[in-house]
């Protein structure tokens, strides 16, 4: 009877490390099984991405994002986002500094933009969306609203708050989207 049991005990570790050997890594790209079962993220305009960055949690993952966009800095990003399959959404324009402010404006850098444009992108409407950049010291906040067409492109108003230190800058805004992945600052 006991070797019954060690036996039954082994045949079903066997069967539960199988499968967990036969699982694709966590860092593999998205083909095959993990393309099937992960789920897609779908954005506010109905692109279909494969990361969500931790934005549908209320915080974005600056860290992963700098690490997709690279060392591309202001109106560059908007390139290297491909329109097929996009890997990151991103704001570009540099009348995203001036919205800031001047001196906590000066600090948005490329991984900063891409969280802007990400939560643009991911977020639901009313659902706030942090993160920090270690490098400047400021802190994020974007809440991104309800969207609208206007001249046939998909918009949405937010509010940012940029932070550092006692400095604070609130402000709204309308950014929409010109192609997939990319929003541009839009005047209301």
């Avoid at 600056?62 to 966009?69: D, F, W």
């Amino acid at each position: 009877m006991r070797c019954v049991a060690v036996v039954i005990a082994c045949l079903l570790l066997g069967s539960w490390t199988m499968q967990v050997l036969a699982d694709p890594p966590p860092h593999a790209p998205a083909k095959g099984w993990r393309k099937k079962h992960d789920p897609e993220y779908v954005g506010y305009t109905g692109t279909r991405w494969e990361r969500d960055y931790e934005v549908s949690s209320g915080h974005c993952n600056r860290q992963a994002i700098g690490a997709v966009l690279g060392a591309a800095t202001g109106g560059v990003i908007g390139s290297r986002v491909d329109t097929d399959n996009p890997t990151v959404a991103t704001i570009i324009g540099a009348a995203v500094g001036a919205l800031i402010g001047s001196q906590i404006g000066k600090s948005l850098d490329e991984a900063d933009r891409g969280c802007f444009g990400h939560a643009l992108e991911i977020a639901a409407p009313g659902k706030r969306v942090s993160w920090d950049n270690p490098a400047t010291g400021v802190h994020y906040e974007i809440l991104p609203l309800q969207g609208r067409k206007i001249d046939a492109r998909t918009c949405r108003d937010f509010t940012l708050i940029a932070s550092r230190g006692s400095q604070k800058s609130t402000e709204k805004g309308l950014a929409c989207q010109s192609r997939a992945g990319v929003w541009e600052l839009a005047r209301h």
